[in-house]
């Protein structure tokens, strides 16, 4: 089984791009974050022609999760328990935004995550992230508890570069969110409930980046950052034969800002 993910940045605008994509690496299952869309606006039957099945969530046009499956996709769950809600404006009730989704897929139990950005440093929107990530340590750590055997697998955009040699220049990220020491011990408190990041060991660095900035030329100078994840339950790891991250799929025009990242299982 071929399983990837990848914050897409727009769906609506990019479905040519994903389809021919999906095609040409022949992924079994992938999960997209950002979508940018309301589940009616999602491109579902595209994907649908392919053989695959969705499940999307997502309220506007921001964030945006979806789980795509040509193996089976069952028992979909919109967020996990207890994750997090945020308001959106000064004032405003708080609501769940579309940031996780799950799905069972071939057996394994997939959950598309789009963890908050943090914004800056001292930011509200920080400690909604450092709460949310520990939220959603919580329901993992949970997971593996009622059933150690349980494959699970945690992917997509964590908004965290866990390692200075994950971003390009540690200097220029210095005092910026994704790399600061409380969003570290929080991407290190998941892998210590029992998840690991089952690409590194296949991809690894310096200077091995799934994010490359639209500005200054930050792709072509290879100024990227690694923030773009898949952490595995034991069981899921053990079946893990190789990984990539395909960062092809980040060049030409109307390319994401992200590249896909793929994990290949044994039967």
């Known amino acids: 089984m ?8 727009s769906v609506r605008t990019r479905v040519d791009r994903v389809t021919a994509w999906l095609q040409r690496r022949d992924v079994d299952v992938l999960a997209l974050q950002e979508t940018k869309c309301r589940d009616d606006q999602f491109p579902e039957e595209r994907f649908r022609e392919l053989g695959y099945e969705v499940a999307h969530v997502g309220y506007s046009q921001w964030n945006g999760v979806a789980v795509l499956s040509r193996v089976g996709l069952d028992d979909v769950e919109v967020g996990f328990p207890g994750m997090l809600t945020w308001a959106a ?10 940031r996780a989704l799950g799905a069972t897929c071939g057996g394994v139990r ?11 440093l001292g930011d509200p929107h920080y400690d909604y992230k450092l709460e949310w990530l520990a939220a959603l340590r919580t329901a993992a750590g949970g997971w593996l508890t ?3 055997a349980a494959q699970v697998a945690l992917v997509g955009d964590w908004n ?19 790399v600061s020491g409380p969003e570290r011990e929080a991407f290190r408190a998941v892998v210590e409930a029992g998840y690991a990041d089952v690409v590194r060991p296949h991809t690894p660095g310096p200077g091995v980046y799934t994010y490359w900035d639209y500005t200054q030329l930050r792709f072509p100078r290879r100024e990227g950052m690694r923030i773009d994840f898949v ?7 053990r079946r893990v034969t190789n990984a990539l991250i395909d960062r092809q799929e980040r060049k030409g025009k109307g390319a994401s800002d992200h590249a896909p990242v793929i994990v290949e299982l044994a039967d």
């Open 110 to 120: 997939v959950w598309s995550l789009y963890v908050p950005n943090g914004r800056q």
């Open 160 to 178: 965290i570069a866990p390692q200075d040699d994950d971003v390009w220049d540690m200097k220029v990220f210095a005092h910026s969110t994704h």
């Open 231 to 237: 952490l595995g339950s034991p069981a899921f790891e």
């Open 146 to 148: 009622a059933d150690p």
């Open 89 to 98: 404006k000064e004032g405003a009730e708080p609501a769940a935004e579309a």
């Open 2 to 9: 071929r399983l990837a993910t990848w914050n897409v940045n």
